[in-house]
């Protein structure tokens, strides 16, 4: 019976594992994430225009880390662990986009294409929030069309829009689903 009862409770819990959405999407995260990227998007527009490449390149990088940072850091107040069955399904949806952003970017950049870099990476990064945001909050996946909306304006406007079209992807994108996913859910 002792057996019996173990078995079907471990059932039960592996069963609501799998079920689970992926809470730990980072709300201040990704107002901070936004920040990062207004201020690159301001030092291109005032600094230097054709720095625009190295600056946002050093932006997503800083962001991707503090994504990170704050997606262990929201894991740990609920109590949730990071590998667990959402979390993998959301880094399963939400990688490989990723990764076809950055070959596609260097595939453009080798080619003279650079016009088409921030279009391909606000279109694939906003690929990536849709797929991995399936199996998270509902608010997720509407954030990342409103990237590939961006994605898809960049790629046909003219080049010179391209800076401003990441700040308003990266920055406000991420600052105001930011602000409502923090005060939904959770932080």
Known sequence: MHAHATSNLRFIRETMERASTFTAVPGWGGVLMGLV?????????????SLWLPVWLGCGALSLSIGTL???????????P???????????GFAPPLVAGAV??????????????PG???LL?????????T????????????FQVLGAVALFAP??????LMGAGFGLVHIAFGVVIARRHGG
């Open 82 to 92: 990071v590998d667990s069955p959402g979390a993998r399904r959301f880094a399963l």
């Open 159 to 164: 080049a010179s829009y391209g800076n401003l």
């Open 120 to 122: 391909t990476l606000l």
């Open 70 to 80: 704050a997606i262990v850091e929201k894991s740990r107040r609920r109590g949730t």
């Open 104 to 117: 596609l970017t260097v595939a453009l950049l080798r080619f003279g294409l650079e016009r088409f870099v």
């Open 37 to 49: 990227a207004l201020t690159a998007c301001s030092l291109c527009q005032v600094v230097s225009p």
């Open 135 to 146: 199996f998270s909050v509902r608010i997720v996946p509407l954030m990342g069309i409103c």
């Open 125 to 133: 990064y906003g690929t990536g929030v849709v797929t991995g945001g």
